[in-house]
């Protein structure tokens, strides 16, 4: 499979800068794969499409505000942070992108806040724009994590062009998150409000919660013509045996099991026994799903729309 396959023209002007006003009145397209038919609808709409012991795979994870904005020591050259994950908390240390990179040189420190209330030094260089900082934070680990928090922006996609506000905090997430370590919100999620997640539970429909920690490996250009030679970043992700429970006796009864993201998908592709059904997992995945492919476990999806690659 070729990357020059899923080029296309996505005119700005498609690409909505705020969401609906209701979680659950987004515009929603249902493609029935098997009778090539498409209707346009409400994703409020869903319940029609759904009922008795179909279930529904849902990512739990929470995004943190990994955003931050910086100066460097001396220059007080501005200098975007973006915290991917912390590596070691004792010693406040995190592995993070910069940008511009080329202004962050190991030994250099970085001042966040009003007031330079904190400070951190780069002391390894991981990727082209990657680097190690630790912070300098004299406290209880908790406290340093209010702090820096404190100082991060949600971490909207570079597609969404305006600066982040007080609405993102809330609507730049789902309203099942409940497991903090993402830094790129599974947003198919972001469509389903807590009324239509009641409705579909009256119908007997079922939720099962996953956890996978999406990273920018979502959002990183591919450079590979050949798509068999791309890597995918790793992601950790959590599959309980209840869960895998559950979604096996959906599948075994012939009920839907839908995967909402692809975050949820590569998950359960990535723990499939040897007959076909899903297995607990706690662990990394740096799975790649790409034409062709067959599926072992949900029979439906929702996601959406993706920008060219």
């Not at 979680?23 to 869903?46: A, P």
């Not at 995918?232 to 895998?244: L, T």
């Not at 040897?274 to 740096?286: P, R, S, V």
């Amino acid at each position: 499979m070729k990357l020059s396959k899923f080029k296309f023209v996505l005119p700005p002007a498609l690409i909505a800068q705020y969401p609906a006003r209701f979680r659950d009145e987004s515009r929603l397209m249902v493609v029935h794969r098997g009778k090539g038919k498409i209707e346009h609808k409400l994703f409020k709409d869903l319940i029609k499409y759904f009922g008795k012991g179909d279930v529904f795979m849902m990512n739990n994870t929470k995004v943190f505000p990994a955003r931050l904005y910086g100066n460097k020591e001396k220059t007080g050259a501005c200098i975007e942070v973006f915290l991917l994950r912390e590596l070691n908390p004792e010693l406040h240390l995190w592995d993070v992108l910069v940008d511009p990179a080329r202004k962050i040189r190991i030994g250099n420190k970085l001042y966040f806040g009003e007031d330079d209330s904190l400070v951190a030094e780069v002391i390894d260089n991981t990727t082209s724009r990657g680097r190690t900082l630790r912070f300098l934070y004299d406290g209880e680990h908790e406290k340093f994590r209010k702090t820096l928090y404190g100082l991060g922006h949600t971490p909207l996609p570079k597609y969404i062009t305006r600066e982040s506000d007080a609405d993102d905090v809330d609507r730049y997430q789902t309203i099942y998150a409940t497991e903090e370590g993402a830094v790129v919100a599974p947003a198919a999620g972001f469509h389903f409000s807590r009324e239509l997640m009641k409705r579909l539970e009256i119908k007997d429909c079922k939720f099962e919660f996953l956890t996978v920690h999406s990273g920018l490996g979502n959002y990183r250009e591919i450079d590979v013509e050949d798509l068999s030679k791309h890597k995918m970043d790793s992601e950790q992700i959590r599959i309980g045996a209840n869960v895998a429970a559950s979604v096996n006796q959906a599948k075994d009864n012939g009920k839907k099991v839908c995967a909402v993201g692809t975050s949820v998908m590569r998950a359960i592709e990535s723990s499939v026994s040897t007959d076909g059904h899903l297995k607990e997992y706690d662990g990394w995945t740096n799975k790649f799903i790409f034409m062709p492919y067959d599926f072992s476990i949900a029979n439906c999806m929702i996601t959406n729309f993706h920008t060219p690659l």
